[in-house]
Every structure is written in structure tokens, then in C-alpha cells.
DNA sequence: ATTACTGCAAAAAGTTTGCAGCTAC
DNA sequence: GTAGCTGCAAACTTTTTGCAGTAAT
């Protein structure tokens, strides 16, 4: 088992879309696989919010021997390389968008539940008052949002999203 | 089963302590039992970071007789009253924190694993720049912050904590 | 006395591990 | 040919549900 934590892309250029994730894993050194290649693809098509059974289910399209635990498997390989982030909230912690910044965040569609990143959080001033209330030194933090997409309506929001 | 979203308390002044909880419980109509005076105060002894499994050991020690379903229940009805917090970290989503304001964030020390509430995260300027950049309308947001806690040290830590 | 609460046991859901066969290189 | 990858099965962990006894009001 290999995985460690170096991300192979320090700049905010990094892949949104199965290709550029495949590379990218080429790159770190692992194998081209089907099974690799329909996690991806079910990755890039489901956008965010979807759990490893949903991606099962995605992939198996692209890959119909695909198994649970591979789905597991190479989750665990895309977060290490910082290709996919984990996105919490009060509904659960059990989906996966796409990353594309070393320093990114997610804002999530209440309406058709896709993950968009976004860049440059600028919390300085949050981190200071904070740091006054409390008496913390801050190290790090995580932020997400809640929101409606541009479209509003969820087959917009889809063509929103893919026309980044 | 009860369990509603109604807040009893929309002032910022809500209880930390065991006894104001256990008020607060009374107050929507539930019972005063051992297991849920046992379960606030492994909550408010642990502070943060705390595991359901942690909360049943911990709460044996004043309840012994105490069971982990009922720490699942009693998680939930103070869920609803906003009277506890879950929080996230990669490290898992399984830690719940007493909560004393209706907006608040929490705040943990990466040296004690306590988690603090801070109030008045002021981040209408993200949201600004997060609209402008993604075209989404922000509805509400997850802010979490880690760093260290005054004290630094695990014993300076809690004590700090105790004394607020 | 009545209603709500508790905890055991069992079930369900989610995740990890072992291993033999398969695939990429 | 070799090393790495895959998927099945099984184990394990976490959470939920059913239910009969218990405790609170």
C-alpha cells in the first residue's frame, strides 16, 4: 500500500475531469485501470455529495465488475494525492467532490446537491477576532458553504457546473 | 418520539454547565433521569472531541448502568434543542461539543482536543467574494477552526477551559 | 396509573482486512 | 514474468430498531 500525502500539484491548476485525474495518478505512480478509470468518471459525472455506494453505482456503468472495496481503495488514493476532498454536513460525511486547489473549499447546492470549490478564502480577518475571543492561535480551518446554485433549478445547475 | 428543531433558547445566553442543560431538557418537556444527567456530564467533562463510545464510558462513571443507546438518544434530543454540536475533522465525524449560541463555531485545540465556542463569525465578506466568484446565493455556511488553546499545554488547557 | 425512558439483543449500515486470481507494465 | 490491482468473502465498527422491563411524573 502506497499512499502518501504529496501532492503532486502545489499550483490551483489541477484536473477537474477524468483525464487530467488520471493523469495525474499516472504521474504519482499508479496503475491505469478500469476499475481506477470508472471512479474517476463517477467521481467527475456525480460532482459531489456522493457516497461510496453511489459511487459503486456510477461506476459500475463505466465498469460493471467494479466492487465496493475498490471504490474504498481509491478514494483513500485521490485524498492522499488531494484529487477529492471529503465534504461534511449535517446530512453526513460521507461524500466526495472533486479538489482542485491545494487551499480550496466546497460550496454545495441545496438544490441539486453538487460540490463547487472555490478559492481564496479570505478569513484573516475571522482568524484575528477569533484569536482575540478566544485566546487561540489558529493553525487551520474548514469552511464550507450552503447555497443554490446559479441555475436554481437542478438541470441548470448541472450545465452550470460542467460549462466551468 | 419527540425530538422537534425548536430552539428554546434564541438568546446568545445558553447553558455550558450540566445543571443548565439538564434545565434546558425540563424546559422542552423531557424527564429528568440518571442516564441523561450522566450523559451531560461525561459532555461537558470531555468538552469536545468526544466519541459516542467515549461519552458511554465516561458517563458510566456517574451512571453505571448506563447503555450506548441511550447516549445515541440523548445525543439526538440535544442535537434538536441546540444544546450540542457535532463536530467534523478528518480525523472523523463522530465528536459532539456542548453549544451555547445559535450561530456559533467551534474552535479546537490541537493539543487537548477541546473544542471552544466562538461567536460572531464575521465572514459577509467571504460570502461576498465567494457569490462574485461562483455565481451561487449563500444560505449558510460551516466554519470550524483549529489551532491551540491559550494554556498550550494539556493540563493549562483545561484549566483554561474550566474557568471560562 | 400512566406515560416516557432505558438497556439488552438483534439488525442494519458502513468500512476494513485477507486472500487468491487477474491485469498492467 | 513480476509487481501491483481487483473483487469476493468475511470480519469489524458504528448506528438504528424492536421490545419488554423500569423509572419518572
Redo the contacts with the bound molecule.
Keep these: ?2 499512499i502518501e500525502n504529496h501532492f503532486q500539484f502545489e499550483s490551483n491548476q489541477t484536473p477537474l475531469d477524468p483525464a487530467g485525474m488520471l493523469a495525474a495518478l ?1 504521474e504519482a ?8 478509470r470508472a471512479v474517476l468518471a463517477a467521481i467527475c459525472q456525480t460532482g459531489g455529495q456522493a ?3 453511489d459511487l459503486l453505482a456510477v461506476g459500475r456503468q463505466f ?1 460493471p ?6 471504490v ?3 478514494l ?1 488514493i485521490l485524498q492522499a494525492l488531494g484529487l477529492v476532498r471529503k465534504l461534511h454536513s449535517d446530512a453526513g ?2 461524500a466526495y467532490a472533486p479538489a482542485t486547489h491545494d487551499h480550496g473549499h466546497h460550496i454545495i447546492c441545496q438544490g441539486c446537491q453538487r460540490a463547487m470549490e472555490f478559492e481564496g478564502c479570505d478569513i484573516a480577518a475571522v482568524v484575528t477576532s477569533v484569536e482575540a475571543q478566544t485566546g487561540f492561535q489558529v493553525q487551520s480551518h474548514w469552511l464550507e458553504m450552503f447555497g443554490l446554485c446559479p441555475g436554481l433549478r437542478i438541470a441548470d445547475c448541472h450545465l452550470s457546473f460542467a460549462r466551468r
Tied chains: 1, 2.
Design positions: 500500500m502506497k499516472l505512480g499508479y496503475s491505469n485501470t478500469g476499475a481506477r457516497s461510496p455506494a465498469h465488475r467494479l466492487g465496493q472495496v475498490t474504498y481503495r481509491t483513500e460525511c460521507h
